[in-house]
């Protein structure tokens, strides 16, 4: 992956630069002593991941050590680096007690917008729910958010973060890792219990261990962090070969402090280091935003970018997290995102291990859940990158159809795809979960990340306007549904009591149609309905949340049986698929995607590959068949003429 790994350029009056902190070095204690110490967690990389499941784990009050070998946030000479936090991003930093600040600096963009040339293609709103804690999409220098995530490490009080301690080498053993570091001092041995690999797309420890990963090589891009003067609506601006850009795609935007972020596709032989010298970087810029446009350039540079996987994200002792992991392009937030949810998906895992409150087994389900999901990330910013790039004749000439006829025909406008947004993967096959017993015709079902609904929250019968998750602890959640916080039986009551003395996190709380609170049970007052409808539940109805917030069991008519075994299958007591193959695993070299979710994506790729499979010279007399075939199929004279009325209109001549 060839990335720009410097600033290619840094003069004074134009580029005016980010102002990085930078923090001190000290030598370690190990490294002073020359005894290597046995650590519970060692996290290599102090990036956004590193530093989310560092955060995690000190809440958890366990030690951790994090190793890396800059002294500052972000990459010296990566610009601002992710930009798009998912709603499940801000949700899982608010219970590590930092999203606040992310959600006080960030910027909120409501549109998404396509432009084929200069004219809009298709527009759609993001956040239409007013009571949703968080926005869809927040943007904000990835920078940003890791000087928050250090800055609560220093809270927690928890954590030792070694700045410039190079991770060198790392050997796996079949009950701890042993970690090689290089130091301005010298070099170091140090060890771990379990090692988290989050150093990112070019992994020391990935390469330690002799470990490769399935690919498909992609695209490049020139990047330009800017602050302007002239007037732009604050919204995702995407453009499909722009005026200013022709033949290319580009897209635009902004982030916190005033500035905003361009990306310009370039060529496939395009000469990456004159892409990206002040000369060439304000020519593009003057044609995107005019010769008479006031701005300054904060940081400018390129990337290259593909899609790739480990076959395995778990070898003994050692974890796999984010781009160490898996690779995507940017497109649709997906890269980081799953990044976060990697940690979010181990971190509780490993604390109930380490605390001797679940077997070691627990910990395969990582590989079993969020291998899944990244595979999922790839297919769908695959398709993406695509569409904006088309690598085939009938890709190309299939994407070209629906951008033209996507201004007149809404179904058609469904298959712009120019980057989905990141949601939560669903582990419908995880052998965490507890089969339903009972019919559920609407609700998150087991494996899903639960909604966190407005709700107010009640103290007697005052009530406070709040949200299901805040101010939760970092266990178990039983969310419980009745009436009234009297009709709560004795029997549920005794079994949660029971499960608190067993010394698993744990907490339970009511969601009550009667403004009342419970004196034992935190209580939330769902005046609206909402909470009820959007859980399916009825009075008497409950759920079990994982300490990752998805859903582990649900009950109808529940008294609180069935709890028990319930949170034994949560935590891997149960049966658990080992998928690891060890150390060693090089991949299969091949990365298998999965059908896109939607029939009318499906009917769109194999239309792709039906054009692909045929001769430059076989496509017209393919197609006719196909058009024939077709339009006998449908029967009806008068759908038919619809389609063809519809067709010949989208290609009259635009006379406007």
């Known amino acids: 992956m060839n990335e720009f790994r410097a600033p290619v350029f840094m003069s004074a009056k134009e580029v005016l630069g980010y102002d990085l902190p930078t923090y001190p070095y000290r030598m370690p204690e190990e490294q002073r002593t020359g005894q290597a110490q046995r650590h519970p967690v060692v996290v290599v990389g102090a990036g956004l991941v590193g530093l989310t499941v ?31 936090f ?48 968080h926005p869809a999409i927040l943007a904000l220098q990835q920078y940003h958010v890791e000087q928050f995530l250090i800055e609560r490490l220093a809270e927690l009080g928890v954590a030792d973060v070694r700045w410039r301690n190079e991770v060198t080498s790392v050997t796996s053993m079949p009950d701890h890792a042993v970690v090689e570091v290089q130091t301005p001092d010298g070099t170091y041995r140090t060890e771990s219990d379990y090692l988290l690999a989050c150093d990112g797309a070019h992994s020391v420890v990935r390469r330690s261990l002799g470990l490769d990963s399935a690919e498909m090589a992609f695209d490049r891009w020139f990047i330009s962090d800017v602050k302007i003067d002239t007037p732009i609506a604050r919204e995702r601006h995407l453009w499909i070969d722009p005026p200013f850009h022709e033949g290319r795609c580009a897209l635009l935007i902004e982030m916190a402090d005033g500035v905003w972020r361009t990306d310009m596709q370039v060529g496939e032989g ?5 892409a990206v ?108 990158c695509w ?89 178990f959640l039983c969310l419980y549904f009745a009436e009234s916080a009297g009709d709560v039986s004795a029997e549920f009551r005794q079994a949660m009591r029971d499960i608190t003395e067993q010394g698993v996190p744990f907490e339970a709380r009511l969601i009550v149609s009667q403004k009342a609170a419970d004196p034992e049970f935190l209580t939330f007052h769902d005046a609206s309905g909402q909470a009820f409808a959007e859980y399916g539940a009825n009075a008497s109805d409950g759920y079990l949340l994982r300490p990752d917030g998805h859903v582990a069991a649900r009950w109808r008519g529940w008294d609180g049986s069935g709890m028990e075994s319930a949170l034994r299958q949560a935590r891997g ?79 009259e001549p635009d006379l406007s």
């Open 54 to 84: 560092a955060v995690d784990l000190a809440c958890r009050d366990i030690p951790v050590v994090v190793l890396d070998d800059s002294d500052t946030v972000g990459a010296r000479g990566l610009s601002s680096r992710g930009v798009n």
């Open 387 to 475: 569409f904006l790039s088309p690598q085939s004749p009938g890709r190309r000439l299939l994407r070209d159809a629906v951008l033209s006829f996507s201004k007149t025909d809404p179904d058609i406008r469904l298959l712009v795809n120019t980057g989905r947004m990141s949601v939560p993967f669903v582990y419908e096959s995880s052998d965490l979960n507890t089969t339903d017993a009972d019919l559920w015709q609407a609700g998150p079902a087991p494996g899903t990340a639960a909604p966190n609904t407005k709700v107010d929250l009640l103290d007697g019968t005052d009530a406070a306007s709040a949200h299901v998750f805040d101010a939760r602890n970092h266990g």
């Open 270 to 274: 395009a000469d990456m280091s004159d």
């Open 277 to 384: 010298t002040p000369e060439r970087a304000m020519e593009r810029l003057d044609r995107m935003f005019g010769d008479d446009a006031s701005y300054g350039i904060v940081w400018a540079g390129a990337y290259s970018f593909q899609f790739r996987a480990l076959d395995q994200f778990r070898h003994d002792r050692i974890f796999f997290l984010g781009d160490a992991a898996h690779e995507n392009p940017p497109f649709g937030g997906r890269g980081g995102n799953g990044g976060i949810q990697d940690a979010d998906n181990l971190a509780w895992k490993l604390d109930l291990v380490l605390n001797g409150s679940a077997p070691d087994a627990l910990l395969d389900s990582y590989q079993a859940e969020r291998h899944p999901a990244a595979i999922e990330n790839i297919a769908q910013t695959a398709r993406s």
């Open 86 to 133: 998912a709603r499940r991003s801000l949700e899982i930093w608010d219970r590590l007690g930092m999203g606040h600040r992310v959600a006080e600096k960030g910027v909120v963009w409501n549109t998404h917008r396509t432009y084929q040339g200069a004219d809009t293609i298709y527009a759609y709103e993001m956040n239409l729910d007013p009571d949703q804690k």
């Open 573 to 651: 007591e149960g049966p658990v698929v080992d998928s690891r193959t060890g150390k060693g695993d090089a991949g299969t070299g091949k990365l298998d995607l999965p059908d896109p979710p939607r029939d009318d994506e499906i009917l769109f790729e194999r239309l792709v590959s039906a054009v692909d499979s045929q001769a430059d010279d076989m496509v017209v007399p393919f197609l006719r068949h196909l058009v024939l075939r077709l339009g006998l199929r449908t029967q009806s004279p008068d759908v038919l003429s619809n389609a063809v009325a519809a067709s010949l209109k989208d290609l």
